[in-house]
């Protein structure tokens, strides 16, 4: 978390563990079949709900290859995206899905993709006086992957992230832990549009090295910004082949 490492230093930090209301997980039929999860809902709830496993197993699925058990019995959903860890599992897939999040202050209340909450090295859109308080996932019926390539220990965050899936019969292939934020480049995916028979290797092959070529990597412990470069053509490849039935 944000308050164990010298990035701000606050007079005072509030506690929502109690605040009930903001602990649930739910589907919601009249704003298209969209998934519900409140923002103190943990990252083992999402693992494990029944719900999530039966309509979006690719959130149970990821969430349960962040870190460790106990981590994720106290990590939050809505911690994870306000806190911007450009080295999270979470916000990597939740921006491939479209997914949105609900913020609220005292005097109103307003939703923000994921694509446009986290804006660079845990920094966030969030005004001064609003709160995350929902995050909302879109239903989705199509293939949808998420690859984790650790450099390190099995419970090591990543060191590259993709996520790919279709939405609404366009693909979005997003690649996390690389920057200073999850990196999607539509008109790197627009490649694909038309393909109705699946991806080719040389289409797939094509999208992955263009990704690797758009991104400008960081370098940090879990590897040089050379060596992610090589594993983001590999992993968007390998993300897209996992795709095809």
């Known amino acids: ?58 959130l149970a699925s990821t969430f349960s290859l962040v870190a460790s058990p106990r981590v994720r019995n106290q990590a939050t959903v809505g911690g994870v995206l306000a806190d911007a860890d450009y080295a999270s599992d979470p916000p990597t897939l939740l921006q491939a899905l479209n997914a949105r999040v609900v913020v609220r202050s005292e005097k ?27 995050v909302r996932v879109p239903r989705n019926r199509e293939r949808v992957v998420y690859r984790k390539f650790r450099s390190r220990s099995s419970e090591d965050r990543p060191c590259v992230a993709v996520a790919a899936a279709q939405v609404d019969g366009k693909l979005r292939v997003v690649v996390g832990a690389v920057a200073e934020k999850p990196q999607y480049f539509p008109e790197i995916c627009a490649l694909a549009e038309g393909e109705t028979g699946g991806y080719t290797r040389e289409l797939v092959t094509e999208i992955g090295q263009r990704y690797a070529e758009s991104i400008e990597p960081i370098s940090d412990s879990r590897g040089s910004a050379a060596y992610r470069r090589r594993v983001i053509a590999v992993e968007v490849r390998r993300a897209l082949e996992e795709m095809v039935p």
């Not at 999860?37 to 690719?58: D, K, N």
């Not at 109103?108 to 929902?134: F, H, K, Q």
């Open 108 to 134: 109103s209340e307003r939703e923000i993709p994921v694509e446009e909450l986290i804006i660079g090295y845990y920094e966030t859109s969030l005004r001064p006086d609003e709160l995350l308080v929902e």
């Open 1 to 58: 978390m944000s308050r164990n490492i010298p990035l701000m230093q606050p007079q005072a930090l509030l506690s929502l563990r109690n605040v009930s209301e903001l602990a649930f997980i739910e589907a919601s039929q009249d704003e298209g079949s969209s998934l519900r999860i409140g923002a103190m809902t943990t990252h083992r709830a999402v693992e494990r709900t029944s719900l999530i496993h039966q309509e979006w197993p690719v």
